[in-house]
């Protein structure tokens, strides 16, 4: 049954990681001294150097395989350990995401100062995708408790 409400999980997250693929990561402000309050206020696009994932071939492969993957789980609802295998899968997927994004943010010279919205895709995409497994574990539980009543 694709009208399950892991198969909407499964589709937030691989909307959200198709979005990840094109929207700016972190940015850097480059020149501006001060505290953080003032260059807040003096911000200045112009300075600013955005990452936007597609620029980054390990990232935007990652989240591409993220998005198809989630798309492929969500038709495959017969087999329920199989979907739920396949969540594990998708889970270490955006774990290894993350550990792209923040390999980046270390080694890049020039460490973010401000993160921008983008940065959390990824932690909200692992969200959904534990919420989809938790959802499915609990279906197969009421098949396998069914069953038990036969």
């Known amino acids: 049954m694709i009208q399950r409400i892991q198969s909407i ?9 198709i979005v990840l693929i094109f929207v700016p990561l972190p940015y850097v402000i ?8 003032d260059e807040a206020l003096q ?3 112009g300075k600013a150097k955005l990452l936007h994932v597609i620029e ?10 993220i998005a198809l993957v989630s798309i492929i789980n969500i ?3 017969r087999n329920r350990t199989l979907q739920n295998n396949i969540c594990n899968l998708n889970l270490l997927l955006v774990l290894v995401l993350m550990g792209i994004g923040i390999y980046w943010a270390v080694s890049d010279t020039t460490f973010p100062d401000y993160p921008f919205y983008g ?8 969200f959904f995708i534990a919420l ?3 959802n499915i574990m609990h279906d197969d539980w009421l098949v396998k408790s069914s069953d038990r009543l036969r």
């Open 132 to 134: 989809a497994k938790k």
């Open 75 to 77: 038709f495959l609802f």
């Open 56 to 65: 980054s071939i390990p990232m935007a492969v990652t989240a591409g395989v």
């Open 43 to 45: 911000f200045d696009f």
């Open 119 to 126: 940065t959390l895709l990824p932690v909200v995409a692992y």
């Open 9 to 17: 999980y499964l589709l937030l997250a691989a909307i959200i990681s």
């Open 30 to 37: 480059s020149g501006i001294a001060g505290s953080a309050f």
